[in-house]
Nanobody, 127 residues
């Protein structure tokens, strides 16, 4: 069983920044592929960013590329999402997810691949 707890959401003006953090339980965190997804009201959940277990390959949705950065600290069992130049369309509940069975160094953008999910943290960007 892996528990994921997100933090760092909030209200920010367009053009501002937020940093989300996800704390994970589990002794083998360094072997997990970790992802961030989001869901806006009335929309389906969508992929945002992901980082593999080794050697920390990353993948981003086109809509956030160049603005968001995913990183991990295996010593602290955390994965962060630095979000810059935020836009109103970034408003959503952001979820952290863990793929604990990944054998590929290239992380997946498909939500169904992920085994565990956090409760989510709200990000609201005002115009």
């Amino acid at each position: 069983q892996v528990q994921l707890v997100e933090s760092g959401g909030g209200l920010v003006q367009a053009g501002g920044s937020l940093r989300l953090s996800c704390a994970a339980s589990g002794r083998t965190f360094s072997r997990y592929t970790m992802g961030w997804f989001r869901q806006a009201p009335g929309k389906e959940r969508e992929f945002v960013a992901t980082i593999s277990w080794s050697p920390s390959n990353t993948r981003y949705a086109d809509s956030v590329k160049g603005r968001f950065t995913i990183s991990r600290d295996n010593a602290k069992n955390t994965v962060d999402l630095q979000m810059n130049s935020l836009k109103p369309e970034d408003t959503a509940v952001y979820y952290c997810a863990a793929d604990i069975n990944s054998s590929s160094p290239w992380p997946s953008a498909i939500g169904q691949v992920y085994d565990y999910w956090g409760q989510g943290t709200q990000v609201t960007v005002s115009s």
